[in-house]
């Protein structure tokens, strides 16, 4: 059984930085694709960063170039480095792993930015 366990939320300044965390276990990481996921306003899950088994990432505009997504297969770890937080995105983050029709979410971890 997949699980997924988030760290890494808390609560920090404009223009501070954290790092939230993913760790896969249950199955084989290298063969999920890899994501963050903001809950957003309207409830719905909004991508924030992938990464996928080639180490290909893509992001959402506004946190292009503040965010950086990297994956550790040895570690079955996915990282989101972010830097120059914003109190917009002060929000409840999800991990996401999908290989073919199979798709695993994490918990949530909250990050707030506010001064």
């Known amino acids: 059984q997949v699980q997924l366990v988030e760290s890494g939320g808390g609560s920090v300044q404009p223009g501070g930085s954290l790092t939230l965390s993913c760790t896969l276990s249950g199955d084989k990481f290298g063969v999920y694709t890899m994501g963050w996921y903001r809950r957003g306003t309207a409830r719905r899950y909004a991508m924030v960063a992938i990464?996928?088994?080639?180490?290909?990432?893509n992001y959402d505009l506004a946190v292009r170039g503040r965010f950086s997504i990297s994956r550790d297969n040895a570690k079955s770890t996915m990282s989101l480095k972010m830097t120059d937080l914003k109190p917009d995105d002060t929000d409840e983050y999800f991990c996401?792993?999908?290989?073919?029709?199979?798709?695993?979410w994490g918990q949530g971890t909250r990050v707030t930015v506010s001064s």
């Open positions: 990464v996928d088994t080639s180490g290909a990432t």
């Open positions: 996401n792993a999908v290989t073919g029709l199979v798709n695993f």
